[in-house]
C-alpha cells in the first residue's frame, strides 16, 4: 500500500512538472514568435531601404527595439521622429527619382515603337496619334460616341506580354463613354463584325501614372473584335469593368476593362 501511494505522489509530481515544462514551452514559444513576426516585419523595410541604397546598422536596430521594450529609450520622442522622417525623406526622394528614370526610359520605348510602327504597311495614324490596322473587315454598322458595345480584346505590352484576354471566357459589353480615349476613338472607327489592332499611346490610354502591369508612359497594343453595338440602355452608363476602362470612371487594377 505505501508503495502505491509512494508511486502515485511521484506520478502526480512527474505530472505536475511536466504541465510546467509545457506552460513555459508555451509561453517561450508565443513569446519568441512575437520577436520573430516583428523581426521579419523589420527585416522586410531594411531589405526594400537597401534596393534604394539606405543601409540600416542592425546592431542599433536591435539596440533599438530592446530599449523600446524596456522602457529605456536614448532618444526622446521628438528626437525619434526626426530620425524617422528624415530616412523617410530620403527614401521617398530615391523613389521618385528611379520612377522618373523608369518613366523616361519606358516613355521614349514608346516613343521609337510608335515611330517603327507607323512606317508599317496597312498601319494608319490617326490625328490624335492612335494608331490602327485591320485585321478582319466588319460591314455593320460604326458605333456612337455613347453607345454600348459587346467586344473580345487582347491587351500586350510592347515587349508581347499579355495583360489581359477575354477569349475563352464571354465577351464584355462596355459603354463607350467609360473607355479610355484610345478605346472611344479606335472602336467608332470600326464596323460591326470587324477585329482591328489598336497601337495606343500612354497620353490616350493610362498616362504617366500606368495601371497594375502598365507602366508609367507606356503604349499599349489592343486587338478588339466589334461583335455588336447598341444605344446605350438604362445602367449601361457604368458597364465594362475591364482593361479599357477610364481610371478617371473609378477603375481598379489591371485586369479589369480598358479604361
Do not use: C
Not at 530616412?87 to 523613389?95: E, P
Not at 495583360?163 to 467608332?188: M, S, Y
Amino acid at each position: 500500500m505505501k508503495f502505491k501511494v509512494k508511486s502515485l505522489v511521484v506520478a502526480l509530481s512527474l505530472t505536475a512538472v511536466s504541465n510546467f515544462a509545457m506552460a513555459n514551452t508555451d509561453l517561450d514559444n508565443e513569446s519568441y514568435a512575437i520577436g520573430a513576426s516583428m523581426g521579419k516585419y523589420l527585416n522586410g523595410q531594411i531589405t526594400v531601404q537597401k534596393e534604394f541604397g539606405i543601409d540600416a546598422n542592425l546592431d542599433q536596430v536591435i539596440a533599438g527595439f530592446a530599449d523600446a521594450l524596456q522602457g529605456n529609450n536614448k532618444l526622446d520622442n521628438e528626437a525619434l521622429i526626426d530620425a524617422l522622417n528624415a530616412r523617410a525623406k530620403v527614401l521617398n526622394d530615391r523613389k521618385q527619382e528611379r520612377q522618373a528614370a523608369l518613366l523616361k526610359e519606358t516613355s521614349q520605348e514608346a516613343r521609337e515603337y510608335m515611330e517603327q510602327n507607323a512606317e508599317k504597311d496597312g498601319v494608319m495614324t490617326t490625328e490624335s496619334g492612335l494608331q490602327y490596322e485591320v485585321l478582319v473587315a466588319g460591314d455593320g454598322r460604326k458605333p456612337n460616341p455613347e453607345d454600348a458595345v459587346t467586344v473580345h480584346y487582347k491587351g500586350t505590352l510592347l515587349d508581347g506580354s499579355v495583360f489581359e484576354d477575354t477569349h475563352g471566357g464571354e465577351p464584355k459589353e462596355l459603354g463607350l463613354i467609360n473607355v479610355i480615349d484610345g478605346w472611344n476613338e479606335g472602336i467608332q472607327l470600326m464596323p460591326v463584325g470587324s477585329t482591328y489592332r489598336f497601337t495606343i499611346p500612354a497620353k490616350l490610354a493610362y498616362g504617366d501614372q500606368g495601371m497594375g502591369a502598365i507602366p508609367g508612359g507606356s503604349a499599349i497594343i489592343f486587338d478588339i473584335e466589334l461583335i455588336d453595338a447598341k444605344k446605350p440602355g438604362k445602367g449601361h452608363g457604368g458597364m465594362g469593368m475591364g482593361m479599357g476602362m477610364n481610371m478617371n470612371m473609378g477603375m481598379g487594377a489591371a485586369g479589369t476593362a480598358a479604361h
